[in-house]
């Protein structure tokens, strides 16, 4: 299947420090991008969805100013939690849908990123 | 989106085939049935889908209803490495920019 990667796959920063985490599409063209958060022991929670060059449109509760997200290319998205604090720490994971070979949209998924704010 | 239904957890012993069962009653007729499984720290990855054949790849095989209110994973011969959280989904035909959403998923857990 194809390949999404994240990076870091995991970072500790000090409360009020800004973190970006990069997601690409490494073998296919992504038309959208979408971001989860998860807790321990729980689902997987869907934060926004972005569409190359457009804004991204965020789920009830995200707050947009804190999780910037940028969408620039058809391969590449970044997620950046501005002025970071503990209970942002979590695992953020984000998906990429494209069109693939076969008749329907595939989405994939990226291997997470550990966010631990001090 | 559509709801599925799963149980929190199974357990199963090594080597023997695992059952995983989901109840989609409201599932509409374009609605593709998915399964993705989550192992620890790492994102979800695809396992299998169906529409309304049984279908079967090298990970696991998929029994649907013929009513299609329900199917079945089935793990052929459990290791180790199935120990993990799996999530049914139904998503539509069309696709497009609907969002992909999760349930609270069946955590299997595998006793060597």
């Known amino acids: 299947g194809a390949v999404v990667s994240q990076h870091p796959s995991r970072v500790i920063c000090k409360s009020g420090t800004s973190v970006k985490i990069e997601c690409r599409s490494l073998d296919f063209q992504a038309t959208t991008m979408f971001w989860y958060r998860q807790f321990p022991k729980k689902s997987l929670m869907l934060m926004a969805t972005s569409n190359e060059g457009s804004k991204a449109t965020y789920e009830q509760g995200v707050e947009k100013d804190k999780f910037l997200i940028n969408h620039a290319s058809l391969t590449l998205s970044t997620l950046t939690v501005t002025s970071a604090h503990p209970e942002d720490s979590s695992f953020y994971i984000c998906?990429?849908?494209?069109?693939?070979?076969?008749?329907?949209?595939?989405?994939?998924f990226g291997p997470g990123t550990r966010l631990t704010v001090l | 989106d559509a709801k599925t239904t799963q149980p929190n957890s199974m357990e199963s012993n090594e080597e023997e085939p695992v059952h995983l069962p989901c109840n989609h009653s409201?599932?509409?007729?374009?609605?593709?049935i998915h399964w993705y499984r989550q192992l620890p720290s790492q994102g979800p990855e695809y396992v299998i889908h169906?529409?309304?054949s049984n279908v079967n790849n090298r990970m696991a095989s998929l029994a649907i209803a013929e009513d299609r209110k329900s199917s079945t994973l089935i793990l052929h011969r459990a290791t180790l490495r199935d120990a993990a959280v799996y999530y049914c989904i139904l998503i539509p035909s069309n696709f497009g920019n609907e969002k992909l959403t999760f349930g609270t998923g069946t955590r299997l857990t595998i006793i060597p």
């Open positions: 998906s990429a849908r494209g069109i693939a070979k076969s008749s329907y949209n595939e989405q994939f």
């Open positions: 169906g529409l309304t």
């Open positions: 409201t599932i509409s007729g374009t609605d593709y």
